[in-house]
């Protein structure tokens, strides 16, 4: 998130908790997490942590018999919990991604979705906004990585969707996923989606920078889709990756978006975000912790913050107010950033 989202009116919640998982990032940037009855194509599962996710394994084949397909993982629903900022938004964001993003045999195609959109009591016309995630594939299903705000205010706010899709077509599965920045708004019966915005982050380089390829080649870096192809795209500021591979030198961090699938102004300003100008990344999980959990130490959240202001940063936002820094107001905390940390650069 950019710079200090504006925050107005009334205050939206308490915060009180909220893992990626790896896989194959595509140059386009598709999604699911936590417990309850699966839906939209989702596989069955044990319970997991609220707003956490596991490596999902493979559907086991009937003994003694061979799969007439490759099996697809498995997945799980990503719910939010208490520690959220307005849990009913991020809940409902998140709902209309999962439901858009998997289908079983023959559920591929705009129709289908509108109808699983339906289904999900959500607005049947955003399945034509939700870009890769749709596909005329056999079968697809889908993770949440992560839901992040790229905004919060009294009556509007800005979800981030981070999500990784598998599909199957005949005999071959496809590993992707993109971020979604889902808006939605306040109404008299709650929350509703308004629009839907996939992440574009622009075909590969032929051969990223140096930084780039050490960063997407670090196992101590957890790289969604989304941002993992915004690093290969060339339009990503070299300070991004010199930040990272620093921090990685002390912590393991899980970054939820670099430059697309985030609004391209502070939410709720005119303010251009350093995100879509390739200056910024976000971290929503350090040395395997949940910014938004409330048993993730403030001593582990600040001692990152202000190791990220050292990596360069003039501007890093998180869930802890901070003082000092070596330049004027280079720490900040909001409602938006209650959920994960924000490092940007001027350059």
Same mark, same amino acid.
């Given at each position: ?26 140059? =386009? ?58 849990? =009913? ?37 955003? *399945? ?7 596909? @005329? ?16 205010? *009294? ?53 990223? @920078? ?37 921090? =990685? ?10 430059? @697309? ?87």
């Amino acid at each position: 998130m950019s710079r200090r989202s504006a925050f107005t009116a009334r205050p939206v919640g308490r915060r009180a908790v909220l893992l990626g998982m790896a896989g194959t990032a595509l140059g =386009a940037a598709g999604c699911s997490t936590a417990t309850g009855p699966t839906t939209g194509g989702h596989r069955g599962t044990a319970p997991a942590p609220a707003g956490s996710t596991t490596g999902p394994p493979a559907s086991p084949a009937p003994s003694g018999a061979r799969p007439a397909h490759p099996a697809l993982p498995r997945t799980k629903p990503w719910r939010p919990t208490s520690a959220e900022v307005e849990p =009913a938004v991020k809940q409902r964001a998140v709902e209309l991604i999962e439901a858009l993003g998997a289908w079983t045999g023959g559920g591929g195609g705009a129709a289908a979705a509108r109808a699983r959109a339906a289904a999900a009591h959500q607005r049947p016309a955003l *399945a034509a906004q939700a870009g890769p995630l749709l596909s @005329s594939a056999d079968e697809a299903v889908l993770q949440v990585v992560d839901a992040q705000y790229g905004g919060i205010l *009294a009556d509007s706010a800005s979800v981030l969707v981070v999500c990784r899709q598998w599909t199957r077509r005949g005999a071959t599965v496809t590993a992707g996923g993109t971020t979604v920045d889902v808006r939605l708004a306040r109404t008299g019966g709650g929350w509703v989606v308004t629009a839907l915005h996939p992440a574009r982050p622009g075909p590969p380089e032929a051969v990223p @920078s140096a930084a780039a390829r050490r960063v997407l080649a670090d196992s101590r870096i957890e790289l969604p889709p989304a941002a993992a192809a915004d690093l290969r795209s060339g339009r990503v500021h070299d300070s991004v990756p010199a930040a990272m591979l620093r921090l =990685a030198g002390a912590y393991r961090i899980a970054v939820s978006v670099v430059r @697309s699938g985030h609004p391209l102004d502070v939410f709720g300003t005119s303010r251009p975000s350093d995100h879509p100008r390739g200056r910024a990344f976000d971290v929503w999980r350090i040395d395997g912790r949940p910014v938004v959990d409330a048993r993730t130490p403030r001593s582990l959240v600040e001692r990152f913050m202000r190791d990220a202001a050292d990596a360069g940063s003039y501007n890093v936002g998180g869930p802890v107010p901070l003082s000092g820094g070596t330049r004027p107001n280079q720490f900040f905390s909001d409602a938006t950033h209650h959920d994960h940390v924000h490092v940007g650069f001027r350059t």
